[in-house]
DNA sequence: CTGTTAGCGCTTTCAG
DNA sequence: CTGAAAGCGCTAACAG
């Protein structure tokens, strides 16, 4: 770090460090004459201000964190995408963190955030937390959250999320309409808000089109993936199996895809899956599987405006309100044209 | 950022400052009493030292960025969870920064972390990268840097990187066995040592096997869809079209499938596409293309490994040596089983 | 319009 | 074993 700082530009313009800092920011106080020469220096010797010390003194970071529990999954690559776009316009920087969808790595991330390392956090949360303190704990160090996707509803906040009730029933409508009618839901967590609010819309459409759904039709996953495949195989061995099944994330529709192909069962003739996914590559790549894409790049891009908005307003605090944007179902058929 | 620091410890205590910040780390040299009072206070008041102070005086930030073209794409994706994996080990943080391909953008996120943000930096270049003073730059300002993947020969630092001669190799190699007499290779941009290190090996098969390649068999492509769209059409056109296309990355596979779609080429009939990707979701939705896979998640472990190898000693340089990782060819048959 | 001064919160000599 | 004091690089209040 043999850097050139404030100092070394005073003492090589004969200014005084103030002068030169204010030089290089306020402008309107300080002589052009002057301005210039600083600003030339500057430039020549690459001078760029040193974060840190700006931060310390200035109590604030210009840095945002993103807690997510996945980075290999579109949905979360395409909100960053969106996210880090609006950042850099802001001049903000990003900082990543990811919970592998562990409560406990979670709670030791946000307890670094908490002394001042960043302006504000947007996150998702991991699909085991249950307990909201150290949620709460952020905030009333004065840190807004603003939660995307997963978001928690007992926090105060500003909350991005898909229509997952409206998506849940359309979902389960669609393959009702293609004759489906035993179908089964999976979801990852009962402590999941999307999980949950997809769930109440597969139950509706159930219950609207008077199919009957037995209870071992709904499938609670985990973090563990083998679990995971053993119950979705234990649904699909049953005598009166399920001929549709809802996923509500990709990775579980995969599971089913896998625990039907080992037990022979053919897809999409046998079994239908439709499932909330964000795969870029769909149009060639799925042509078996109907999805519901949400708008993944438009819900980070939202997330950090919304963030933003209070970060720049000298603390403006954050409305507690919930902002959905509405997912598309791409029925396999037109993946086909 | 009403928030406990050691200032207040030490006056609940009645201890000097100094004394309760080395309570907190040095242990050796306080005594166990003290010790134990202070820890208890500062668990009890939640107390967590600003990483700022903390780094402007030591002259550390705790802190890695990560600059790549993009995001949404699996390969970066799989790569950052590997480097925040290390990371969070390692205590570090992570600041994300996407370029889009655009040199300028990368120019200016460079000049941000010249000035102690970053104690150093994993980078994958963007394809129009061709210039390397900033990256030059920054090391001279003692910023170890780690390529990974899209890696600058011309720099002297650490690289990792893919075989991809061999690879490429490979996958030419592979169309031949699958019958294609007449193979283009597709690639983003000519600056990039994957794309021209790929298309090594896809010549020096041509030659083995004897295959003549027309010049115009080889498609540059460039930050434009639409361009490259246009160029890939092009070459499915002509008279004595191409029956193999090796792409030496996932988004010009499916560019060249678009293509081949409209032009009602059937695939793989007739033509066969092999391609560089990194689709977690592969084994299920990919019954056509035939994938050359880079282990991105070893990749992203493995450059952060370096890097930090660097910066737990006391700056210790960073070898500048290359560590080659192997790429699997999944052809399309195993994914049907 | 410019300089002086006093910190931001932490670490680290240097003294006791 | 503990305290006093200096200073990381920057900003902002206060003087001139």
Redesign the interface.
């Known amino acids: 770090?043999?850097?050139v700082n404030l100092k070394h530009l005073a003492k090589e313009l004969n200014l005084a460090v103030s002068t030169v800092s204010r030089a290089l920011r306020d402008s309107y106080d300080i002589g052009e004459e002057t301005k210039r020469k600083v600003m030339a220096l500057a430039k020549k010797l690459?001078y760029?201000?040193?974060?840190?010390?700006s931060?310390?003194r200035k109590?604030k970071?210009r840095?945002i964190a993103v807690i997510i529990p996945?980075?290999?999954?579109?949905f979360?690559?395409?909100a960053?995408?969106g996210i880090?776009?609006i950042a850099?316009e802001k001049g903000y920087?990003?900082?990543?963190?990811?919970t592998h969808e562990d409560y406990n790595?979670e709670l030791s991330i946000m307890?670094?955030l908490?002394?001042?390392?960043v302006d504000g956090v947007l996150m998702s949360v991991s699909s085991n937390t249950d307990d909201i303190e150290h949620i709460i704990?952020l905030k009333q160090?004065?840190v807004p959250i603003v939660f995307f996707d997963r978001i928690c509803e007992n926090v105060e906040t500003a909350k991005i999320t898909t229509d997952d009730y409206e998506s849940g029933f359309k979902a389960t409508e669609h393959l009702i309409q293609q004759g489906c009618t035993n179908i089964a839901y999976l979801c990852i967590s009962k402590h999941l808000s999307i999980g949950n609010k997809r769930m109440h819309g597969y139950l509706d459409a159930i219950k609207k089109y008077k199919l009957r759904s037995p209870q071992t039709n709904i499938v609670f996953g985990s973090n563990n993936h083998e679990e995971n495949y053993n119950k979705v195989k234990k649904l699909l061995s049953a005598k009166n199996r399920p001929d549709g099944i809802f996923a509500s994330v990709?990775k579980l529709a995969?599971t089913a895809?896998?625990a039907a192909?080992e037990l022979d069962i053919h897809i999409p003739k046998q079994l239908k899956i439709i499932s909330f996914a964000n795969?870029?590559?769909a149009?060639?790549?799925?042509?078996s599987?109907t999805t519901i894409t949400q708008p993944a790049?438009e819900i980070g891009k939202r997330a950090a405006m919304t963030l933003f908005r209070s970060l720049d307003k000298k603390n403006a605090p954050i409305i507690n309100e919930t902002i959905i944007l509405n997912a598309t179902l791409i029925p396999r058929e037109s993946t086909r044209?």
Chains 1, 2 share one sequence.
């Not at 996945?70 to 579109?74: G, K, L, R, T």
């Not at 149009?283 to 042509?287: A, G, I, R, S, V």
């Open positions: 770090m043999t850097n690459n760029e201000p040193n974060p840190y010390a931060s310390l109590q970071s840095t996945e980075i290999a999954n579109n979360f690559s395409l960053i995408n880090e776009e850099q920087h990003v900082l990543i963190y990811i790595k307890r670094y908490q002394n001042g390392r704990n160090r004065n990709e995969l895809y896998h192909h795969l870029e590559t149009p060639l790549l799925k042509p599987l790049f044209k």
